[in-house]
Each structure stands twice: as structure tokens, then as C-alpha cells.
């Protein structure tokens, strides 16, 4: 229940009353935003009185007469209303005696929301604030979803700082050592130097080539362009970059795709939801382990699974795993080098291709990843 | 080399595997023996059968208030065993802090801190003092 408080500015008791009675115990739903109103009321009798009273606390909405002894409703919308920076959340709602044209022209110039003209209906009365009312939840909604967005966005922003400084400080940390000949001649503690810097830097590299995809995902997909591919060709490619990596460990990729599977998608996409899947099976398995692919298309979707021999998570660590810069930290993944973007990233493509993604995972057993894509997706989307 | 340092063991934690490493390197190079654990639960387990001559250990870990935790189980154990905290928090957050007055020192359990990131004159100077009370 949102609380709309109303203040009435009219110099006529009568009209003062009028209005009380009308509004008293009036709310209303707004179905559409899924919101109901009350209000409360209170008056002022003249202008300096309606000032001290908005000083003292902003009403949402002011009804306001347009003539009144001293201070006029046209100054207070100035003071009040005019320097919307200051005053975005509250509405005016000119009470005229006639509707002129000229008064409701230079009203609106001044800031005002509406008009109601004397004489005025009950009805006319509730639908002008019930409008008024609207306006005010929508433009809070909206401010309170970009006030979010930039929280969100900030948190983003600090973490990613983070991520980027701790590789250069390692970096930094090793150059140190080499420079002050800590190892003496010892000379392959200095290659382990060097090849720790190397690590770090690839893991740097990885994760500014993971911002660049998340970016490009995040802002419309201009560049999207949705064509016929074969899924098993792409994912041969993908085996193939990973072969070498996987061989210094001995462990197997199996593809289990006997036959070309036809897919209208952007080719970019399905090699980064690919080589992201290949690529974690590889990492987080163990020595001479194994790395099994399968994919079925049915009903218009294409169900890819994934499945490694590694060391698996617990079930708390799964719920976390598509956050940004959730990476589990424990002894088993400590070595393992990430940006934290990865999961995030095919969370976002295979929703964006009409999919999603689920994990299952048993510590020591192995994880698999079953990622679902529209199999066709439509041209016309992709062209706007 | 210091060879005469040799049968005095550091305990470094750290979560940042690169950052153990340079630890490591940088007091061995100055002759100390060192022993290495990724956070507070596997220091502390580590701490079960052994018993440092120092420990290092950094503020931040796994939880905001890893460091401080662990810094005081490692004085629960032994107030006599020296505590040197790193920091990366000044770079961050401009927040300072510093352990030099008793007061200090009663609610940070640690005898020194050390911003990142580390020199090894910086490292090996403290570490020296530390010993040496």
C-alpha cells in the first residue's frame, strides 16, 4: 500500500472541505502496476502557509488554487515545482476558475501537471489524482530500477578493479624478486618466475577477452548475424584448440555426434558457449581424465551436454556458479586459472538462443554441464 | 645467505598463490625455513602439529575478517609468537590502520603490519624485529 499525501492549497473553506470529503478514505488500485494508493490529506489556507508546510515536509501532490491573497499558485509552482531537479517526486495540479487557455499554458510552463477547472465533479476530482498518482509510482519505479542497475553496475566495476589488479601486483611482486637477484644464481627459480608472470598474464588476457564478449552480449546484438552452421563441425574446431592442453594431462575428449546436426545460429555465439564448456571440462579435470560431449536435437531444441571426471563441486558451491566473479576457492581450484566471467557468459548466450543451462556435480565424481539452444533461431530478430 | 637463520620457521597465509611464492622466495633467500597454508582453516590445521617462530599472514582472505580470526588463534596458541599482518586494504579503501600503540595492538592481534605491496628490505627488516623482542 503506497501513501499518496496530498496537500490542498485554496483559500475557500468550502472548497477546502469540498475537496476533504471527495478524497477522504479514497484509494485506488492501479492494476496495471500491481499498486494500491491511499491518501492523506492536509490544507493550507494561503500561499505562505502552503510554503512553510512544503518546507516542512514535500507532499507527493499539490492541488493548488490558482488564485489566492498574497503569495499566487503560480509563484509557489515556480518556487516549488519549476526547479525540478530539486523537487522531481512531487506533481502540481492547478485549480483554475476558468479553463483558459493562457493560464493552463503559462501553468504548464511552470511546471504544472494537470488542470481541474472550477467547477469540477467529484469523479473529475479522483481521476485527476488517480492519474497524478500513477505518473508518481511509475517515475519512482523507474528511478528505484535505475538506482539498482547503477549499484549493480558499481559493484561490477570494483570487483573487476580487483581482478585486474591482483595479476599486475603478482606481476609486479616476481619483477621485484628478479630485479633484487633474490634466487642468487639459482637460475630456474627464475624461470618458475617467469612462468607464473606468463600465467597471470594469459589469465588477463582471458579475462579482458571475457569482458569483451559479456559487453557485446549486454549491449544488443548489432553484430549478431544468425546463419547455418553444423553443431559437430563447430565443436570439432572447439576439441581441436583444446587437444594440446588436454594432452599435457592425458586427458581424452570424445565427441558422441554421429552425424551433422543443423543449427541456425550466430556462429561467434556457439564457439563461445563451446570452447567455455570444453575448456572448463579440461581445467577442472583431473590428470587422465576423461571429457565426454554429446548432443541431441528433438523438438526444435538442441540439448548439448558436457561431462568431465574432475573434481566436482558441492551442491552450496553449484547454486553460485553463474554469478559474475564467483569462482570457487578452495585447494582443489586454486591453481586454476579463471576470470570469473566464463558461466556468466553462457548463462547469458544460451538464454539469449532460447536456452538455458543446468549443472550437476559430485565432489572427486565429476560435473556436467547440459546447455539447451533453440535450434533454429530466427533471422528476422537478428537483422533489427 | 643467512645460514644461521636456518632453524627459524615462518608460517605464511595468504590465499593468492603468487603472493605465497614471493613470500617464500624472499625468506628463504634471507635463510628462514617456511611453511605455507592458503587460509585460515588450513593454517590453523597446519598449526595443530607445528609451531612457527613467526607467522605472516594476510588480512584478506576468504572472509573480510580472515586475517584478524586467524591472527588471533595464532596468539591464542602462543601470545608469544609474533604476528605480522599484511594489508592490501590501504591501497583499496584509503581505510589506514597500524599497530603500534597498545591500544591498537589490544583489539588488531598482531605486532606489525605491512601494506602491499612487499618489498623484500621492507620484509625481511620487520621480520628481523620481530624475532628479535
Given amino acids: ?384 | 645467505m643467512n645460514e644461521n637463520q636456518g632453524d627459524i620457521t615462518i608460517l605464511v597465509v595468504d590465499d593468492d598463490i603468487d603472493v605465497r611464492e614471493q613470500m617464500q622466495f624472499q625468506l628463504e633467500a634471507a635463510g628462514y625455513n617456511v611453511v605455507t597454508a592458503e587460509g585460515q582453516i588450513p593454517a590453523e590445521k597446519l598449526l595443530e602439529t607445528m609451531k612457527p617462530d613467526l607467522a605472516i599472514v594476510d588480512l584478506m582472505m576468504e572472509h573480510v575478517d580472515g586475517g584478524f580470526a586467524l591472527s588471533y588463534h595464532i596468539k591464542k596458541i602462543d601470545q608469544n609468537i609474533p604476528v605480522l599482518l599484511i594489508t592490501g586494504v590501504t591501497a583499496e579503501t584509503g581505510f589506514e590502520f597500524d599497530a603500534q600503540t597498545a591500544e591498537e595492538q589490544s583489539w588488531i592481534k598482531a605486532d606489525a603490519l605491512l601494506p602491499k605491496p612487499i618489498r623484500y628490505e621492507q620484509l625481511i627488516g620487520k621480520v628481523k624485529k620481530l624475532l628479535n623482542r
Avoid: W
Avoid at chain 1, 544488443?220 to 565443436?235: P, T
Fill in chain 1, 1 to 384: 500500500m503506497e501513501i499518496l499525501n496530498v496537500l490542498v492549497v485554496d483559500d475557500e473553506p468550502g472548497m477546502r472541505s469540498g475537496i476533504e470529503r471527495v478524497l477522504r478514505n479514497v484509494s485506488f488500485t492501479l492494476p496495471d502496476i500491481d499498486k494500491e494508493v491511499s491518501i492523506s490529506l492536509t490544507q493550507a489556507e494561503d500561499g505562505e502557509k502552503a510554503m512553510e508546510m512544503i518546507a516542512a515536509q514535500r507532499p507527493d501532490l499539490l492541488l493548488l488554487d490558482h488564485h489566492l491573497p498574497g503569495i499566487s499558485g503560480m509563484e509557489i509552482l515556480e518556487q516549488v515545482i519549476g526547479d525540478s531537479a530539486q523537487s522531481p517526486e512531487m506533481l502540481a495540479v492547478m485549480i483554475t476558475a476558468y479553463a483558459s487557455l493562457e493560464t493552463a499554458v503559462s501553468a504548464t510552463k511552470r511546471g504544472a501537471y494537470d488542470f481541474l477547472a472550477k467547477p469540477f465533479t467529484p469523479q473529475e476530482l479522483k481521476a485527476t489524482v488517480r492519474k497524478a498518482a500513477r505518473h508518481l509510482i511509475l517515475q519512482r519505479e523507474a528511478r528505484r530500477l535505475a538506482e539498482e542497475k547503477r549499484q549493480v553496475r558499481f559493484q561490477f566495476i570494483s570487483v573487476l578493479a580487483h581482478e585486474l589488479k591482483a595479476p599486475l601486483g603478482a606481476i609486479d611482486g616476481y619483477l621485484n624478486l628478479m630485479q633484487d637477484r633474490v634466487a642468487g644464481d639459482q637460475l630456474d627459480a627464475y624461470d618458475k618466475m617467469i612462468g607464473r608472470c606468463a600465467a597471470r598474464l594469459d589469465g588477463m588476457q582471458k579475462l579482458i577477452y571475457d569482458l569483451l564478449d559479456l559487453t557485446r552480449i549486454e549491449s544488443g546484438q548489432k553484430n549478431r548475424q544468425i546463419e547455418a552452421v553444423d553443431f559437430r563441425e563447430l565443436a570439432e574446431q572447439s576439441i581441436e584448440s583444446y587437444t594440446t592442453l588436454a594432452a599435457q594431462r592425458d586427458i581424452a575428449i570424445e565427441l558422441y555426434v554421429d552425424s551433422p546436426v543443423p543449427m541456425t545460429i550466430d556462429r561467434g555465439e556457439l564457439e563461445i558457449i563451446l570452447n567455455n564448456l570444453i575448456s572448463n571440462a579440461v581445467k577442472y579435470n583431473c590428470d587422465s581424465g576423461r571429457v565426454d560431449i554429446t548432443c541431441d536435437a528433438a523438438d526444435g531444441a538442441v540439448t548439448i551436454t558436457v561431462s568431465d571426471t574432475g573434481i566436482g563441486m558441492a551442491p552450496e558451491d553449484v547454486e553460485k556458479l553463474f554469478g559474475e566473479f564467483t569462482r570457487i576457492k578452495n585447494s582443489k581450484t586454486q591453481n586454476i586459472l579463471g576470470s570469473g566471467l566464463g558461466l556468466s557468459i553462457l548463462k547469458k548466450l544460451a538464454q539469449l538462443n532460447g536456452g538455458d543451462v543446468s549443472v550437476t556435480s559430485e565432489i572427486d565424481q565429476g560435473t556436467t554441464f547440459t546447455v539447451t539452444l533453440a535450434q533454429h533461431q530466427p533471422i528476422d530478430e537478428a537483422a533489427e
